[in-house]
């Protein structure tokens, strides 16, 4: 399996937070809500506004993560015109929310029965 599933449920909001142009990308860092940093992983899936992305960092401590835009994604999807300030929707990888919830039965002493 390549990439990861995108359903299209918005888990929250994020906020273009800084924009670094790079030699044939773009770094883009995103502000994103606190609840969902548990769900995210450097160099797992993120989608913002539709677009299935790579996280390229993750900042804890900020509550934030940087993804790089090649040109084609740029230019194809609202992430290339969205300038600081600017909120996106995100999704969290699903399977990252079932390990989660998984794990948080098993410390409730639940088993799934």
Known sequence: MGGHFVQGHVDGVAVVASRTPGDGWENVSFKVPGSLMEFIVEK???????VSLTVAELDDANSSITVALI???LKVTTLGAAQVG????VEVDVLGKY?????AARMDGKNGN
């Open 44 to 50: 797992g899936s993120i989608t913002l506004d539709g």
């Open 71 to 73: 040109p084609e994604t």
């Open 86 to 89: 600017a909120r996106v929707n």
């Open 99 to 103: 390990v989660a919830r998984a794990i």
